[in-house]
């Protein structure tokens, strides 16, 4: 599992996404948790979060995922796990604006691709996903601090507060402030 330092003609192979590369190394994105070929047209990552490995299963011993866009093993990879590996991003992200065109970025994917992908795997699209994941959290902190509202929609990326409010009572059937109070006198 050795990874080497990224040098001046790496990073610029990987910069102009250079094909004559593609057989001496790879790159890994410690952000995104995927590594990539030189050539892949994913947009280029920061230069630090990098990692050159010379043969794709020292990626895959270090922890990272192939590229669904430029298939650094030779194999797609199946359609549950992309949709697994959206989830986990989607999971630990789930307090920033996350848009389609931004998961299909940092999945290596186009945003049609990756809404049918994951519907067709999941049976909800990632925006349902996403609202279920927000509002399970929005619930956890309801119940667990006394933070206020705007507090607990910062922390699960919902800043526009009266959006929040009305999703919230559409997905439980209550406000956020009923729903505390509610869970309040349950504990009693």
Request: glycine share 4%.
């Amino acid at each position: 599992m050795h990874s080497e330092k990224i040098s001046d003609e790496q990073w610029v192979a990987i910069l102009q996404n250079d094909k004559r590369f593609d057989t001496l190394f790879f790159y890994a994105v410690k952000s995104t948790g995927i590594f990539c070929r030189p050539s892949c047209k994913s947009r280029p990552p920061k230069k630090e979060h990098v990692q050159i490995y010379l043969e794709a299963n020292d990626a895959i011993r270090a922890g990272y995922r192939p590229c669904k866009r430029c298939k650094p093993t030779g194999t797609k990879l199946p359609y549950e796990e992309w949709v697994q590996q959206i989830k986990v991003y989607m999971d630990k992200h789930l307090n920033e604006p996350l848009t389609l065109n931004h998961l299909a970025h940092i999945c290596h994917g186009s945003p049609y691709h990756l809404q049918r992908t994951f519907k067709k795997v999941l049976e909800i699209s990632p925006v349902e996903y996403l609202q279920q994941i927000r509002i399970e959290k929005a619930k956890e902190l309801l119940i667990k601090t006394d933070k206020s509202l705007e507090e607990i929609g910062s922390a699960i990326g919902m800043h526009n507060i009266p959006y929040f409010i009305t999703l919230f009572k559409k997905k439980t059937g209550h406000t956020p402030s009923k729903y505390r109070k509610k869970e309040d006198n349950t504990n009693e």
